[in-house]
């Protein structure tokens, strides 16, 4: 596991790296590169890039059952998690998270630029009342089914075609961000919404943030389809980093879905051979 600090220098570092205006600077000698890993390949431009972050406990729960999630982060997970919008050009939520957290989505626990505000609200349930909506902040997309009623007031409306059950693709939201230069995106919640990323084999990068509270009941930061043998479990490379307070788990989910695709069959015989 390695520690991560991240100096002012090196956070200017990666915001060069971000903007792609200029070559990324000369660091001094002794700068801590530490923190590069773990970052630069959020802010590097290289065509689509998808980055799912969930904020968990030791038992990987994201909130109580009553649905209080506002300290699961600490400090340091949280300053992380601002980070990555820095980072990126667009942020995206469920309502569900809307609904239950009213989240402003902008970067305050790190200096830089807010992310455009995304949210996935298939059946036209945002609250016209949404922090976002009405902070003067960062654009707010929120995309709906084209079969529902379209409502207006302080964000951009996309409305894309259901699929057979009734849900929006996830490729065709990406698309749709594509077509409008959002293409650096953090998927941030909840599980319903990152799950169906995950499922679509669109994350490139999976941040588990682990921050030491037993939580004990309450929601999962993950849900994926259901699997019957751990031999089609996801098994991603995976970096590890000490950032402070969390710990975060960098998942390389694109690596392991090009694994994955090149040996269909090859874990089925190994679970079977030592079984
Ligand atoms: N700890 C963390 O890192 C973290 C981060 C964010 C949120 N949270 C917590 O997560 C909870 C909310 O999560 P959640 O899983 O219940 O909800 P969610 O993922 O925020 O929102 C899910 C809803 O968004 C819509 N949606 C998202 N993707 C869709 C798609 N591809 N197609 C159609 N509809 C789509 C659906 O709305 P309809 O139901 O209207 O169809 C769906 O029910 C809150 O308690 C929040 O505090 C935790």
Redesign the pocket.
């Known amino acids: 596991m390695q520690s991560v600090r991240v100096t002012d220098e090196m956070w200017q570092h990666l915001l060069s790296l971000r903007e792609g205006l200029i070559g990324p600077r000369v660091l001094s000698p002794d700068a801590d590169v530490s923190c590069l890993p773990l970052y630069a390949p959020i802010a590097r431009r290289s065509g689509q890039f998808v980055l799912a972050?969930?904020?968990?406990s030791l038992d990987g729960r994201?909130?109580t059952p009553m649905?209080d999630?506002q300290d699961?982060s600490g400090s340091d997970g949280i300053a992380h998690l601002h980070r990555c919008r820095a980072l990126v050009d667009a942020v995206v939520?469920?309502?569900?998270?809307v609904v239950?957290?009213d989240p402003s989505l902008s970067v305050r626990a790190a200096p830089g630029r807010s992310p455009v505000r995304v949210v996935?609200?298939?059946?036209g349930?945002m609250p016209h009342r949404a922090k976002m909506l009405n902070d003067g902040g960062m654009p707010v997309i929120v995309i709906q089914a084209d079969d529902v009623a379209r409502r207006n007031g302080g964000h951009e409306l996309i409305s894309l075609p259901r699929q057979a059950d009734g849900?929006?693709s996830?490729r065709d939201?990406l698309a749709a961000l594509t077509e409008r230069d959002l293409t650096s995106v953090l998927v941030?919640?909840?599980?319903?919404?990152i799950s169906?990323f995950i499922d679509a084999q669109l994350v490139d990068r999976l941040h588990v943030s682990v921050s030491p509270i037993i939580i004990g009941s309450g929601?999962a930061?993950i849900r994926l389809t259901p699997i019957d043998r751990l031999s089609q479990a996801r098994r991603p490379e995976v970096q590890v980093y000490n950032i402070g307070t969390d710990i975060v788990f960098d998942c390389n989910l694109r690596v392991e879905a090009q694994r994955a695709a090149a040996l269909p069959d090859c874990e089925d015989i190994l679970m079977a051979d030592t079984a």
């Open positions: 972050q969930v904020g968990q994201i909130a649905g999630a699961v939520v469920g309502v569900g998270t239950a957290d996935v609200d298939c059946n349930r849900s929006l996830p939201i941030e919640g909840g599980a319903n919404t169906r929601p930061g």
